[in-house]
């Protein structure tokens, strides 16, 4: 009903265009017309589970003044596959709702009137193709009659699913405008990709500076030193010789966690799953992991995934004053879905957590999503779900609690 009379301002005022008026409603009622239609894709993907890409925002806020405002409107092809949504939709969408409730109505008939009224409606009373003038014939109407009901309400969903078909076809936005949003967004990802690759390499040369290099250096000076001390003072000497070991050994050990930090060992050998185990054993906090990945994913899949759950596992531990975490890794055939939920205070968000976009921007790379609900009080539940295939099939289904 709301379509249809949002529908019917639009077309008026499409129609008055060339009396001037019409540039005046364009703007309100296609708006108005965005939200309805918004609501109908909205509708689609939670009865139906018909996803139904948005066409491009109306170009309603960056014209300086009401005529090149509307006029931009006019040429956008989203309000047009709106209008023509709005004044087609009605009729098809009620002939589709139609179709099962008069099912239902109809075999409601049959099953609660003609039972008990069938002697009193008459020697012209039928039923569909029955004439219904006897006990034998009212049982056939109340059989009947139970079939239409049985039909109506197995036509509903049927009904529903090619609604919302219908509805994508006029309001999912035109292919070529999909495919230059996905190449917009491709050319973002990889730009922060590069620019996150970029910031990787220097802090692994910060690092490396930092650390490693410069206890090397410094073993290379104690050396040096004892070997001239070597004649003239052999027990300096050997001590010299006993702290550069001692360097060198702390040396290797920075070497190994940052060669760690990059690729774990675990993660590599044996995969996520194990992997996410491992840091659940290593958590101070009580992590409960449930692990269901029938394969490996591909490896820079696996590192995203084991980082970004790291750093959730950090955030819990330092912000939400948590005790207990679980975390469930899934595979639905097309997609990874990782969720962590812990039970903390909660109250996180996109707004103030840099940490979280953060983690977006990673997902982003692999077309992933980052989904937080964090009420205040909690729980908080954090949901990553990135497309991917599984390769090498491998059973790694099992739990562990640290």
């Known amino acids: 009903m709301l379509e249809s ?3 019917i301002a639009a077309v008026g005022a499409v129609l008055t265009l060339p009396v001037g008026i019409g540039f005046v409603l364009v703007t309100p009622t296609a708006t108005a017309l965005r939200r309805v239609s918004d609501h109908a894709r909205g509708w689609a993907g ?3 589970g018909v996803t139904i890409d948005p066409p491009d925002v109306l170009p ?6 009401r005529l090149p405002r509307s006029i931009a409107i006019l040429g956008a092809q989203g309000f047009w596959r709106d209008l023509a949504w709005a004044v087609v939709d009605p009729l098809v969408g009620g002939l589709l709702v139609a179709v099962p409730l008069c099912l239902v109505w109809y075999g409601a008939f049959g099953v609660l009137v003609q039972p008990f009224l069938w002697s009193v409606l008459g020697p012209d009373n039928w039923y569909a193709f029955i004439p219904v003038d006897g006990t034998v014939t009212m049982l056939a109407a109340l059989v009947l009659g139970a079939t ?4 109506g309400v197995l036509c509903a969903p049927q009904a529903l699913r090619l609604h919302a078909r219908w509805t994508r076809a006029l309001l999912a936005a035109p292919r070529h405008a999909a495919l230059t949003r996905r190449v917009a967004h491709l050319a973002d990802t990889r730009s922060e990709a590069l620019d996150a690759q970029a910031a990787e390499l220097q802090r692994i040369e910060r690092d490396l500076h930092d650390g490693p290099q410069a206890r090397l250096v410094a073993m290379g ?3 040096d030193r004892a070997a001239r001390l070597l004649d003239s003072d052999p027990a300096e000497a050997r001590r010299l010789l006993l702290d550069a070991r001692a360097a060198s050994d702390r040396a290797r050990h920075e070497l190994r966690d940052l060669v760690r930090g990059i690729n774990p060992p675990v993660l590599a050998d044996r995969g996520l799953g194990d992997a996410v185990r491992a840091l659940a054993l290593d958590s101070h906090l009580d992590v409960d992991v449930r692990a269901d990945l029938p394969g490996r994913l591909p490896a820079p899949l696996e590192s ?7 750093e959730l596992l950090a955030n819990t531990a330092k912000h939400a004053g948590a005790r207990t975490v679980r975390l469930v890794l899934e595979h639905s055939g ?3 879905r990782v969720t962590v939920t812990d039970d903390g205070h909660g109250g996180a968000d ?3 957590g840099t940490g979280l976009r953060g983690l977006q921007r990673r997902l982003d790379r692999f077309d992933g999503i980052l989904l937080i609900h964090s009420p205040p009080g909690g729980p908080t539940t954090a949901t990553m779900e990135i497309p991917c295939v599984l390769s090498s099939p491998k059973t790694s289904s099992s739990s562990v609690t640290g």
């Open 334 to 336: 097309s997609a990874l």
């Open 148 to 151: 239409f009901v049985a039909l």
């Open 221 to 223: 000076m104690t050396l």
């Open 60 to 65: 309603a806020s960056g014209a300086p003044s």
């Open 304 to 310: 995203a995934v084991y980082f970004a759950v790291t």
């Open 46 to 48: 939670r009865w139906s």
């Open 350 to 352: 996109f707004a103030r």
């Open 5 to 7: 009379l949002v529908g």
